[in-house]
């Protein structure tokens, strides 16, 4: 007898990530075409090996490193972002509003849990990230889109005309995955002052703040005296650092706030990786000439993209940046199926707008994210004459 199980989580989706993989399966990829993989957000490259070197060192000489941990995370890597969040966004942040976290996903989840159950709503942006939508639906909050406007971007007053009495959060990714768009400042201070005046809560993810192509701080709202009231930050060293496998993330929030996550993170995890906190803090201490170095050649790359896809005149650019370009597609095929058959046909493994938009949306089916991180100018171009030479 089969037992019965939990509705909730079986009525999301699977990994998406995980089924783009499961494409790949029988599949022999010719010398002369090897397979071009611009399906996922991870760099597949070792951490640079001051890095790695820290790493081992902990590990062979610091018997800690193999201990719990504090479950909030350790002193010295909280601190380190309050000081260095206060600089780059001038705000005030104490060490005690910052948690640490196994992966930015796991921060999402925490956070989520001390806002929204059963039957509370909470704002996604569309094309949103598969992985938040799955957390919301396995926890019974519903799921309210609000399709982004031109250039991916979402509208504070649209988001206006969504809310009810059962809405707790609006969520905000910026640099956006999978839309790759650069929220403007003005953006985020609308969905703030709503958030406010609603009472609600703001949650914006910058996984990938360190690409941005824009200097100076991407938004003020850490200036506002009383942030914590109402706006909690979320972060991941994964792609900055390479520690993806290490799985540590960030969440800047209120005490009363992070006292709960406590709880949730306590019954969860107990703590965070310890050899992956010593990475990020060597990391944070050590490395930003060379993050400097990868937000260039993240951007050149960037830049290859957009020359390219303005040579391909049927396809169309919604958005590009940090890790991401997400096109809609000339062909009458939905993105799904498209998708399938470039890997068989082209060497190409990127993922179908339908695992970014709600069931059913004609969007989705009309739409690709390409996650160029990993993909070099060669890559690039050998991607790009591939996509102009292919038709179903």
């Not at 039957?119 to 598969?130: A, C, S």
């Not at 609603?198 to 703040?209: F, K, Q, S």
């Not at 005296?225 to 060293?237: K, M, N, T």
């Amino acid at each position: 007898m089969t037992h019965p199980l939990n509705p909730a989580m079986a009525a999301t989706f699977a990994p998406p990530v995980m089924e783009a993989r499961r494409w790949l399966t029988g599949v022999t990829f010719p010398p002369e075409r090897p397979l071009i993989n611009v399906s996922q957000a991870a760099p597949v490259e070792s951490p640079p090996l001051g890095l790695r070197q820290a790493l081992a060192e902990s590990a062979l000489n610091n018997p800690d490193a193999h201990l719990y941990g504090p479950v909030l995370g350790l002193p010295a890597l909280r601190a380190e972002i309050a000081q260095q969040w206060s600089a780059a966004y001038g705000g005030v942040i104490q060490p005690d509003q910052v948690a640490i976290t196994q992966g930015c996903n796991q921060a999402f989840c925490a956070v989520m849990a001390t806002l929204a159950g059963a039957g509370d709503e909470v704002i996604l942006p569309t094309p949103w990230y598969f992985n938040h939508k799955m957390w919301l639906d396995m926890q019974g909050v519903k799921t309210v889109p609000l399709p982004a406007g031109p250039g991916l971007i979402p509208m504070a007053e649209d988001a206006a005309k969504l809310i009810t009495d059962r809405t707790r959060a609006i969520v905000l990714v910026s640099p956006n995955n999978p839309g790759g768009s650069e929220y403007p400042a003005e953006t985020l201070a609308a969905f703030h002052a709503l958030a406010r005046a609603r009472g609600l809560a703001l949650i914006v993810d910058e996984t990938y703040r360190d690409f941005d192509s824009r200097t100076g701080r991407p938004h003020d709202l850490f200036t506002d005296p009383d942030w914590q009231r109402d706006f909690i930050h979320l972060y991941s060293f994964s792609k900055t650092y390479r520690l993806t496998g290490h799985r540590v993330g960030a969440v800047v929030a209120g005490i009363d706030r992070l006292a709960e996550i406590e709880k949730f993170l306590d019954t969860v995890a107990i703590c965070p990786s310890q050899l992956g906190q010593i990475g990020a803090l060597w990391g944070m201490q050590n490395l930003s000439q060379w993050v400097a170095g990868e937000r260039a050649e993240i951007l050149a790359r960037r830049r290859a993209m957009e020359t390219g896809f303005s040579a391909l005149p049927d396809w169309k650019l919604l958005g590009c940046g940090a890790y991401f370009a997400y096109v809609e597609h000339p062909f009458a095929l939905a993105s799904d199926a498209l998708c399938k058959r470039l890997v068989a046909e082209a060497g190409l493994l990127m993922l179908p707008g339908t695992m970014f938009q709600p069931e059913g949306s004609a969007d989705g089916k009309r739409q690709i994210r390409i996650a160029f991180a990993n993909a070099d100018a060669a890559g690039i171009a050998e991607m790009f004459r591939r996509l102009a030479a292919w038709q179903p």
